[in-house]
């Protein structure tokens, strides 16, 4: 299948350049130029939209195996590719977990056959995530993952932490670390803080989250291991950070669209669906999240992508399970939230939502030029919408968003040189 | 005579015209709560359910005589004795009872928004009876009903309430309402038990137990578990009492007219000494008998004031 795009105003994390074509055939982008004279079996007019590389999430759950009834690999790429992303690396807290080659090859054929977009895995990091014993890092690599992480769980023991830092840099794959001292977290459900007090919830101190981020900051600077730290929510944690890539520590990180958009004010009246794990916190800790984005500190956005159904988070508050649907919300949100406001430049952002995830993952994605893999988006970053819950292909819809207005519909997806999503324009 | 709300979940969202009407209206109740007779007719053919998932026996019992002292069934349901041990959910149970005729829902829950949860998605009334560490409206209401069956009026009355501050939804729903009221409120607690922000619900959160209770009207103290000492939020019950409990030597000062209270159970000689408890300052009788009275008033009010 060839496709020519006509017109298109290219983004990549290099710039922009406008009014050129794009002509893509078996897999690859063959040739962008102005004027491009090409045939082809679909010819898409871009004008006054913009084309993107194929969106990058290193952190989301397709609760398959196991979850089946939260999202499958189908279902979870069907969401990516609606919200623009073309290559996602899911977390591997699934049931089984995924701490074993079986498992990963489970993902990784499933994939091939159902999945429109490109599936990763990532490895757990101990058996069982149980924080104890190393799982089969190298086996798994072997067998298609592209990073290992506890997810969901930290690994809370240090001298652990400090072995699988070097245990998987012998098989340079990225370490992705999910920061929460379990200790100083106790029994919380939210952010520990007015809000909580004002609730009656038990609080979740940010101190949980950044005292890990330090520690794992001195482990990867003590190892000389690359460390990466996922879904950063909180001041402490992008001050330490900032530290310590001043420093030279080769430390990234990434934080999540909800984290710089809600604070811990979503949870009045005990939504469950403002319920995540970090947890939203403070004013204060968006506008350093903010500030991180902005000046470099935080590395990438991704989603963290975690769907529920509706029957789990119909429950008291202390009784949800945490996270939020995100693939098709953080594409709109990030532009609305930090290009509107100028808090990032446009290709900034794109680096942020491509380039730069594929390079923490070693992958190579996230740039649209001649000979490279024909994943991209073109988007429209011009019109207002509202976004529905209802619409959203993912199969779960715990979202916080609902109603809210933003701009960046995704209007098509090109992975693998195939259209694999596109809107309906009413 | 109604609330303006299905339901009582909690003082941080009633208006001060509601809690007025409660107040009032409890003032009635009282009469037939200390009376010979306690016998009306006001909830004839209503059902009320207590629904407690947490251990209790005064709310328990307060609600089921508020109940029938006016003449509505009341049936008691024990999470030990629900389906809720079966896997059953919270909406489900409530579904289930509301199914089967009750009118009122009156909940006990160790999960704080759990009430909230419940009145969200049955159309009968639900009471709080205390959730988690959140709310606890009904004893506030007694509380206040007390304090202004003492002073006349909660206008311009200084509270201070001293103890685990963290763990008490006697002290967030005290602190929402006597705001509401018009009543200003001091906070003493070791500072291990002060959750973060609790000055900005209303309140002055003083460094010492003298700073707080001086010039009060009232001073209420709550209950500490001596679990507690178990999550290093205190050391021990010897010095708990030293350092926040009440007793003569630090209470002989105040003013003449200042009355003790306690939501109960009290753990005599820790959060107060036995003198106080049983001295002339107390009212922690009182405030029993009037949380029949309160709870009458917002059952009748609930069913929408009709009579006799």
Do not use: W
Request: aromatic share 6%; glycine share 8%.
């Amino acid at each position: 299948m060839s496709i020519l795009i006509k017109n298109a105003t290219v983004v990549n994390g290099s710039g922009i350049v406008n009014g050129v074509d794009i002509y893509i055939e078996n897999r690859k982008i063959k040739e962008i130029k102005k004027n491009l004279q090409a045939e082809a079996d679909r010819v898409i007019d871009a004008t006054g939209l913009y084309v993107l590389p194929g969106l990058v999430d290193a952190h989301c759950h397709l609760r398959d195996p196991g979850f089946e009834y939260k999202e499958d690999i189908a279902s979870g790429s069907r969401s990516a590719a609606k919200g623009g992303f073309t290559s996602i690396a899911c977390m591997p807290n699934t049931n089984p977990v995924a701490d074993n080659p079986a498992v990963v090859t489970y993902i990784i054929e499933k994939a091939r056959k159902e999945a429109l977009v490109n599936v990763y895995p990532i490895g757990a990091i101990t058996k069982g995530q149980k924080g104890e014993e190393l799982a089969e890092i190298g086996s798994m690599k072997e067998a298609g993952i592209v990073a290992v992480s506890d997810d969901g769980r930290p690994v809370m023991k240090s001298s652990v932490m400090k072995k699988a830092l070097i245990y998987a840099g012998q098989f340079n794959l990225p370490v992705i670390s999910h920061c929460e001292d379990l200790d100083l977290a106790e029994e919380g459900s939210m952010n520990e803080g007015f809000m909580s007090t004002k609730l009656g919830l038990r609080g979740i101190p940010s101190a949980a989250e950044s005292a890990m981020v330090a520690r794992d900051v001195i482990l990867s600077r003590y190892t000389g291991i690359p460390v990466h730290i996922a879904h950063v929510s909180t001041k402490e944690s992008v001050e330490i950070i900032r530290n310590a890539k001043k420093n030279g520590i080769k430390v990234t990180c990434e934080s999540c669209p909800h984290y710089f958009t809600l604070t811990e004010e979503a949870c009045e009246d005990y939504d469950t669906n403002a319920k995540m794990n970090p947890p939203l916190r403070t004013r204060e800790d968006v506008e350093a999240i903010i500030e991180g984005l902005k000046d470099g500190t935080i590395d990438i956005i991704a989603t963290d992508h975690a769907p529920h159904h509706s029957d789990e988070k119909n429950v008291e508050f202390e009784n949800a399970p945490n996270g939020i649907v995100g693939f098709e919300t953080a594409l709109p949100l990030s532009f609305t939230r930090l290009v509107e406001t100028k808090v990032l430049t446009l290709p900034e952002l794109v680096d942020k939502l491509s380039a730069k995830p594929a390079k923490i993952l070693n992958l190579k994605k996230g740039l649209i030029d001649i000979n490279e893999d024909a994943d991209l988006i073109i988007v429209d970053f011009d019109t207002e919408y509202t976004i529905d819950v209802s619409k959203f292909a993912s199969k779960s819809k715990n979202s916080p968003f609902n109603g809210y207005k933003v701009k960046g519909m995704n209007m098509m997806t090109i992975a693998g040189g195939k259209i694999v999503y596109e809107a309906c324009r009413d | 005579m109604k609330l303006a709300t299905k339901d009582v979940l909690g003082l941080e969202h009633m208006t001060p015209e509601d809690i007025e009407l409660i107040l009032n209206t409890a003032r009635d109740m009282k009469t037939i709560v200390t009376g010979r007779m306690k016998r009306v007719n006001y909830l004839q053919g209503r059902t009320v359910i207590t629904l407690f998932f947490e251990n209790s026996t005064r709310t328990r019992v307060s609600f089921e005589l508020a109940a029938k002292y006016m003449g509505a069934q009341t049936v008691n349901v024990s999470v030990a004795s629900s389906s809720v041990a079966k896997g059953e959910t919270l909406i489900d149970t409530g579904r289930t009872l509301e199914a089967m005729g009750a009118d009122i829902i009156v909940i006990r829950h160790s999960q704080a928004g759990a009430p909230h949860l419940l009145a969200k998605n049955i159309n009968a009334s639900v009471i709080n009876a205390g959730d988690g560490i959140h709310e606890h409206p009904t004893q506030a209401l007694l509380d206040m009903y007390t304090m202004r069956e003492y002073f006349g009026t909660l206008k311009g009355l200084k509270v201070a309430i001293i103890g685990d501050i963290y763990h008490s939804r006697v002290a967030r729903s005290n602190i929402f309402g006597l705001n509401k009221m018009g009543a200003s409120v001091k906070l003493y607690a070791p500072a291990t038990l002060v959750p973060p922000g609790i000055e900005k619900l209303g309140a002055k959160l003083c460094s010492s137990i003298e700073e707080a209770i001086s010039g009060c009207d009232v001073v209420m103290s709550l209950r500490i578990q001596l679990e507690r000492q178990k999550k290093a939020l205190f050391p021990s019950a010897s010095e708990y009492s030293r350092f926040f409990g009440l007793s003569p030597e630090k209470t002989e000062h105040l003013s003449e007219n200042m009355i003790l209270m306690h939501p109960g159970p009290v753990n005599r000689g820790l959060e107060m000494t036995s003198s106080l408890i049983d001295g002339e300052k107390s009212v922690v009788n009182r405030q029993v008998t009037n949380g029949v009275a309160v709870r009458m008033a917002l059952l009748y009010l609930l069913t929408g004031g009709q009579n006799q």
